[in-house]
Nanobody, 115 residues
Framework: QVQLVESGGGLVQPGGSLRLSCAAS????????MRWYRQAPGKERELVAG????????NYAGSVKGRFTISRDNAKNVVYLQMNSLKPEDTAVYYC????????WGQGTQVTVSS
């Protein structure tokens, strides 16, 4: 079965950096586009970044463009989200996702940006 396990979240000061990881299993990772979403308290889940199966194309929400970088390692079945210049408004639970007939989600990892 499809499994997505996020890690790497935590508490960081404004301006700091974090790298999130999502380990995938149960499907053909190398042929699947992957996405990162986030959900802040009281807000709807929003798309943060996406990457094609080969990693050749990426897309970002306007609010994170230039600060976040999505990447993947198809040999390890892992997708990453490098987050730099973090702001308090980046505080959220971050989820990775894959669409395989239906959307699958991980359990999420909490990112808190605060001084």
């Amino acid at each position: 079965q499809v499994q997505l396990v996020e890690s790497g979240g935590g508490l960081v000061q404004p301006g700091g950096s974090l790298r999130l990881s999502c380990a995938a299993s149960g499907f053909t990772f190398s042929s699947s586009a992957m996405r990162w979403y986030r959900q802040a308290p009281g807000k709807e889940r929003e798309l943060v970044a996406g990457i094609t199966s080969t990693g050749g194309r990426t897309n970002y929400a306007g609010s994170v463009k230039g600060r976040f970088t999505i990447s993947r390692d198809n040999a390890k079945n892992v997708v990453y989200l490098q987050m730099n210049s973090l702001k308090p408004e980046d505080t959220a639970v971050y989820y990775c996702s894959v669409f395989r007939v239906v959307d699958y989600w991980g359990q999420g990892t909490q990112v808190t940006v605060s001084s």
